[in-house]
Each structure stands twice: as C-alpha cells, then as structure tokens.
C-alpha cells in the first residue's frame, strides 16, 4: 500500500533574478517542489509580502500544483529577492537582499499543527539570519515528531552564517546534507581531520545523527550511516545550470531514506535527480516519470 509521505522546506522563499529573467525560487521551496514531484504531500513554510512579487509567488505555487497554506504574508516587507549571475559553467554566484519577507516567520498554532504531522523536515542556514525566523524555524523542529527527519541541508551563502549558526543547527538535525564546498568550512569549524570520508563520519558521530551526505557536483556523492559508507559516481549528463540540483538532491535522499531504502541505491537515485535538474533550465523543472519511484508503507 503506497503512502504519501508528510514533508515541509522552512525557510527562504523568494525570486531568483537571472539576466534573461525571474524564477521562484529559495532551497526550502526547490526542496518541497521535488519531493512532490516525486509523489509526498509537500508544503513550503515561508512568508512573503504584500505586494505584486508576493502575489505572483503564491500564483507560481499554484501552477505547481502546491499548496500555499503555510506561506504566511509580511504587513511590513517586501517578498524576497536574489540577484543570480552565471559562470562559464553554470554555476551561480548569489546577491541576497536583506530585511525581506522571509526574516519574518513566526511559530503559529497553525505551523505547530503541522509540524507536528511531518514524516520529514529540510531547513537550512540562509533564513537563520533573521533572530525571529530562527526562533520559529527551532520551535518548528522541536515539536516534530521524534521519528521523523530532520534534514539540515547547510547551503552556506556569505555572508549570512557561523559557527554558532552551523552548529545549532547540527544539534536539532539528524540528518546533514553538505557539499564539497561546504564540507572545508565545518572542517575548520569542528576541528575535522583526515580522509573526507573520516571528516564525515566524524560529523556523524559528534552530532549524532544518522545520515550524512556529502555531494561532490559532477563527481557524484558520498553518503555515511551508523554502519556503512556508500560512494556513488556522477551521472553523465549534458549541463545546463546546477540551480537547484542539490536542493533535489536532498529531495531524492529524504524520500529514498522514508522509504528504508538500501543506502547504495537512495545515493544512486539522489544522484539520478540531481542529475536530471543540472540537465534543465531553471531550479524545479518537471521530474519526468521515469525518476518517480513508488513509495512504500513499512
């Protein structure tokens, strides 16, 4: 018997602003659209103002086919914007804008109500920023259930973190979710020595958790578990841009891991996905059918 999964991203939602024009978008948005793609009940938790771009979020939602339930509106600041420039290789280089809607989420019945329901949460550093957003984004993953996922999916941007910031998250998550370009900052923060795969196990036992995962863009990924290191080779794919590849990334990892996946094959598919996006334009493209997998009732 299949069962839709209960997910949330908290956090950032705004509009990224390429040169050729805007997209929604903000990692715990991407996040929450992949993995109802991919066939769970997915909800962005956000805020964005009262004004024409906040309007057109919610519109944007709607053509995805997501509920925007739980995108509250700001009486005072604007919706959140980003200013993207592409490399050579199509990688994304980010001027955030500051005080904008999303500094100011706060914790609701109505978000305690469905935290409380989650199977899974992503939240990453960016929407920590903001005091008050932190605040909520803390209480949110308190009251979540202790069964369920929660999936610290770092994404640093400069110059909006630290150690302390790093480090809190680490201890309300269990599950961690970083890159290759991420993984020297934490080293140096948490005195992480040797072989990468050292560094990562030694993550995993200082912050108890029960899953990391390391990506590594074209080179494919690592992910390491109480017992077992799986490696996965990139999936050849002809890039277009790398927004949003690891947002659904972590999108792929949370459904293979609710799903009690073998770890080989969770890193397999995470890479397939993250593949696929690299492969499109923009950060959520359509995930055609053949990546969407049954989910399963344990």
């Known amino acids: 018997m299949s ?16 040169p050729d024009g805007s997209r929604l978008g903000g990692a715990p948005v991407n996040f929450a659209s992949h993995c109802h793609q ?23 939602l709607g053509q995805l086919n997501m509920s925007d339930k739980y995108v509250f509106d ?15 290789e199509g990688k994304p280089s980010y001027e955030i804008l500051e005080e904008v809607a999303w500094d100011d989420l706060v914790f609701t019945p109505e978000l305690c109500e469905l935290s409380t ?12 920023r903001s005091p008050r957003t932190r605040r909520a984004i803390h209480k949110f993953l308190e009251v979540m259930p202790a069964r369920s996922l929660r999936i610290y999916d770092v994404n640093l941007r400069q110059p909006f973190f630290s150690k302390e910031l790093v480090e809190n998250s680490l201890k309300v998550a269990n599950v961690l979710k970083l890159s290759d370009e991420e993984l020297p900052v934490l080293a140096e923060y948490f005195q992480l020595e040797g072989a990468i795969v050292d560094q990562l196990k030694a ?25 077992q290191v799986d490696e996965c080779a990139g ?11 690891g947002d659904s ?16 094959e969770v890193n397999l598919y995470a890479n397939q996905v993250a593949s696929f996006v690299c492969s499109q334009k923009g950060a959520t493209p359509r995930i055609p059918s053949r990546l969407v997998r049954e989910m399963v009732q344990h």
């Open 3 to 18: 069962k839709n999964h209960k997910i949330a991203g908290i956090g950032e939602i705004l509009w990224d602003m390429f």
């Open 203 to 227: 993550l995993r036992s200082q912050f108890g958790l029960s899953h990391v995962a390391y990506t590594r863009g074209g080179d494919g990924s690592l992910i390491v578990s109480a017992g």
């Open 74 to 88: 700001s009486m005072d600041l604007p919706t959140g914007r980003v200013l993207v420039l592409l490399d050579s």
């Open 235 to 245: 999936v050849p794919v002809t890039l277009v841009d790398t927004v949003g590849a």
């Open 117 to 128: 329901s989650l199977d899974a949460a992503c939240f990453g550093t960016l929407a920590q």
């Open 38 to 60: 991919l066939g769970c009940e997915a909800y962005p938790v956000s805020v964005v103002g009262r004004d024409r771009v906040g309007v057109k979020t919610r519109e944007r």
């Open 249 to 264: 990334f972590t999108a792929a990892l949370t459904f293979g891991l609710l799903n009690q996946w073998p770890l080989d």
